[in-house]
């Protein structure tokens, strides 16, 4: 191929079509290992949430790691995780023995959502004082918060993924894009009422 350039006539290199591919192939490679990364980062706080919650369990128990297992109240079990309805996953680190949470029930919970995506967190309340607190059946969270938290008992520990259908679906909320898949630790504190 020929081309004009300061008023000579030059042969182009056809190497242009390969630099395009290798530049392709770098794109590509790039955006596999940004991937890996964001799900790595995701996995490390979820880690260290959940040392978080034991830390702050310990330090209620006195400060003893002991004290916590011999509690007959909270039982220690990390389980394989499980489906739920609308594709919701659970996975429970701690298995509470309080009262179950159940539709029509207060719950208190200790939180952080981030997006399975990155790991970026969009929300959190892990004020022992003042945890988060909502009825159960009445839609004043997303549908997966209350299917992830359905069962679990007080004391009890579980990450909750929750699909865009059973979060916020297509819509943008906040932080949150449009289609993300929401991850959740949480800690059940306390259930009030009857179910």
Do not use: C, H, W
Request: hydrophobic share 30%; proline share 3%; glycine share 12%.
């Amino acid at each position: 191929m020929e081309l004009v350039v300061d008023g000579s006539v030059q042969e182009k290199d056809n190497n242009d079509s390969e630099d395009e591919e290798d530049a392709k192939r770098l794109a590509e490679e790039e955006r596999k290992a940004v991937k890996r990364l964001k799900k790595e980062e995701a996995k490390r706080k979820q880690l260290e949430l959940s040392e978080t919650l034991k830390r702050q369990r310990e330090e209620e128990g006195g400060g003893s790691a002991k004290k916590v297992k011999k509690d007959k109240k909270v039982k220690k079990e990390v389980m394989k995780e499980r489906a739920l309805q609308g594709g919701v996953k659970v996975k429970d680190f701690i298995i509470g023995s309080g009262s179950q949470a159940s539709a029509g029930r207060s719950v208190s919970i200790l939180y952080e959502g981030s997006l399975k995506k990155d790991g970026k967190v969009f929300d959190k309340n892990l004020n022992k004082k003042r945890p988060f607190k909502f009825r159960m059946g009445l839609e004043q969270v997303i549908k997966g918060m209350e299917v992830g938290l359905t069962g679990m008992r007080v004391g009890g520990e579980r990450i909750v993924e929750i699909p865009p259908e059973m979060g916020y679906g297509k819509k943008k909320i906040g932080g949150i894009p449009p289609g993300s898949t929401l991850v959740f630790s949480i800690q059940l504190v306390d259930v009030e009422g009857r179910g």
